[in-house]
């Protein structure tokens, strides 16, 4: 049984997912190449829809509460190169292309820079390019 309600005008592929009740699907990015994990974010029906018909990763921005194409300010975008669903219907995988090599907003190749290390957080993987330079100052 679906959480969020049916949109009769999505098409049927989309409604067989298993959505949250918030009407949210977790999305990993993976690269298509090396099959590296670059990042988790949140699709919404109409992101996951803008995805497959882009062909670039368009994700929902919880704290932003709107759309957000990947790329659109750093120019790092994820181009589409297989779009899958898993087992349980409840978590896309999107196998793509990083353009400029860089996913994460800290200027590194992936989200997951981070291991567990002697009981703590320790950067293993290092800064591509500085993210002030990537998005400016706030």
């Known amino acids: 049984m679906k959480n969020a309600p049916v949109n009769p005008d999505a098409p049927d592929w989309i409604e067989s997912i298993q959505w949250t009740a918030d009407g949210l699907v977790p999305a990993i990015a993976q690269d298509a190449a090396s099959g590296e994990i670059l990042m988790m974010a949140w699709m919404n029906r109409e992101s996951l829809r803008l995805t497959a018909e882009e062909g670039r990763a368009v994700y929902w921005s919880r704290s932003r509460g709107k759309l957000w194409r990947k790329g659109e300010t750093s120019g790092h975008q994820q181009i589409i190169k297989d779009i899958r669903l898993d087992c349980d219907e409840d978590v896309i995988l999107l196998k793509v292309e990083q353009k400029g090599g860089i996913a994460?907003?800290?200027?590194?190749?992936?989200c997951f820079y981070r291991s567990l290390q002697d009981q703590q957080w320790v950067s293993v993987e290092p800064v591509i390019k500085d993210p002030e330079a990537i998005y400016g100052s706030n």
């Not at 994460?104 to 992936?110: D, I, Y």
């Open 104 to 110: 994460c907003h800290t200027g590194r190749h992936s």
